[in-house]
């Protein structure tokens, strides 16, 4: 089920999500309606704020050639999409600075320093214990969609300059979305 995709302005991109304690049939639900949504938005990543939900589970599918050649190996052992239950990011590295958008931020992008590679922590689908260091794109995502999960969005990572020049665009997804 494609599920609605909240925007700017609304609390609950605001809320910190909540651990999963146990992979019900609810939560396998969640994540399917979730990779569903993400997909037919054309998006690379999906929190779980970003579908109303404060569970802390987020999905990732980088297409293969939309990584940059050197990470296209180095992530390969990762599985797409990737799952990631109760993420945290324990280790970081590096530094990238890309073009980053948000299905919560609809034609919004903009140049974004993030850590060019990550090492994260989360549990599978089947409850399975992980770790994975990620590269490129995929150690963007992990980072974008983590900051969802802790209420953190793209225009915080924003500078003050990038801001002021789509104040408007900020505005008017506050006025339409805002409680
Ligand atoms: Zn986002």
Redesign the pocket.
Known sequence: MILTITKYGQAVLRQKSQPVTEVTDEIRTLVSNMLETMYAAK?V???AE?VGRTERICVIDIPKDAEKAPYRETNAGVKMPMVLINPEIIAKEGRQRNEE?????PDIGVPITRANQVTVRYQDLDGNERTDTVYGLLARAVQ??T??LDGV??VDRMSSLQKMSIAGQLRRLQQAFGA
């Open positions: 998006g990543g999906l929190a970003q958008g948000c299905l919560s931020f974008h969609e900051d969802h969005l793209l």
